[in-house]
């Protein structure tokens, strides 16, 4: 097992007391798929995505990548967030070369494996824009680069489309797909959109919310992942079945509220 | 709910946004407009000077012509009177500022970025920026005589202080987010310290020092007018006690374009070295 998760628990203190917020989430990923966690807002996945980044820690359990447990934030685990967060005074390069100077990369080398990233996200040729004169798709394709360069283990991604437009969206999982097939990483991203789901990953956890729980794991096996794959009703079953179950999971936890 | 949508606009009245030119609200005016407007600021106040002085009978030693305070430039600039007085200001204020300036940047980076620092440090210094820097003048005579240090004591404790805190909050506005991308970059927390949280807060940094120079440059002249040798805050208080007003006016002048001067060249250094910043400010 490549990325792994034990009885998580997570609780945030409160001046009611403990609120759980993620509870006994088991989670096994192998090396090279693509995992989506889908689950409306309240479920946890933004919380279960800091833990696997080390940003925050669990209240109990693990989370191990590569057989070594997480105690921090460190580059074997590589994350893109739904707000930009490239450096603004730096080039679109020195962006992406941030990573490896920070761990002490020969100037040479670094320049050279973020050009290579850099030609895979399809920006060579405004390596040298700042970010504000970047679109939002772009700038995202420059923060994927940014997160590629010190090739993480696995790659956690924290609703990186949310704010893009339909359109730009669209061409973003396409980009998304193509890059996962070429470079074969380990990606782990959340979403709230169960369409965008289906259609990336090969894998979905559905979260249920208050407390942010596992309800169901769901292979996706679609012939091909093009946009007509949309229309046919294969794609359409995976869809409504997580959609049928997010509602169902949704109305239980108003009445429960 | 039981009225229909259509009876509430009974009691709505018609109301739509006229266009405007002059009164544009956080919009862009036309650049002739601009232009006139900003010759007008300026141009206005000199006229009404002009006028006021030579068409109504007033006493020169009340208000002098423009033309008489050109005069005294001249004979003031002629006898390098006003050069060695500029020179002796500028020098006070170029010290004690740039000690205060080099001390607070870091204190105040330090007091933003760890809240252990802040803790220690921000409730003496927001008790000391409270206390009005002239009013130490006493003290730093009784401490340190009429020479020159305790002007630049004057000016370095005016500006010390709110440099530090004004740097504190420019710092504790930098985005979590971006911090916490360079943890999972692999950067450790003095990198994120100066190579990321540093570089971002320098516009800011730099904004807080142009605000915080036009405080010294107030100072030096107010240290100045209570006692010494040269300096165009003692130019003008030598000159009030001749009745040379228009030697008053000249010093008053010369005092506002430079700290004019000093303001631009903020505004220029902070647009040259901070290109990615220029659209936030």
Redesign the interface.
Known sequence: MYLQINSLNKNFETKDGPLVVLKDINMLIEQGEYICAVGASGSGKSTLLRQIAGLDTPTSGQITVDGKRVTGPGPDRGMVFQQYTLYPWMSVQQNTEFGLKLLGVPKKVRREQASYYLNVVGLTEFSQALPKQLSGGMKQRAAIARALVSEPKVLLMDEPFGALDIHTKESMHEFMLDLWRRTNITIFMITHDVEEAVFLSNRIYALGARPGTVRKEMSINLPERTQSIKRQSKFQDYRDELMDLMRKHGQEALAAA | MTESPQSIRAFIRPKTLNPTVFWRLAEDIPKPLNTTLIVMSVGVPLLLWWLVTTVGNIDPKFLPTPAKVLVAFGRLWSTRELLKDTVASLWRVGVGFLLAAILSIPVGVLMGSFPSIRALLEPLFGLMRYMPAPAFIPLLILYLGIGEEPKITLIFIGVFFFNSLMVMDTVKFV?K??I?????????RI?SLF??IF??V?PGILDACRINLAAAWQLVIVSELIAANEGLGRRISVAGRFLRTDEIFVGLIVIGVIGLSFDLLFQYLLRVS????S?QR
Do not use: F, N, R
């Open positions: 985005p987010d971006l916490e991308s360079t943890y999972i970059l692999g950067g450790d990198q190579q990321v570089p971002y320098l901070c290109k990615w910043a659209q």
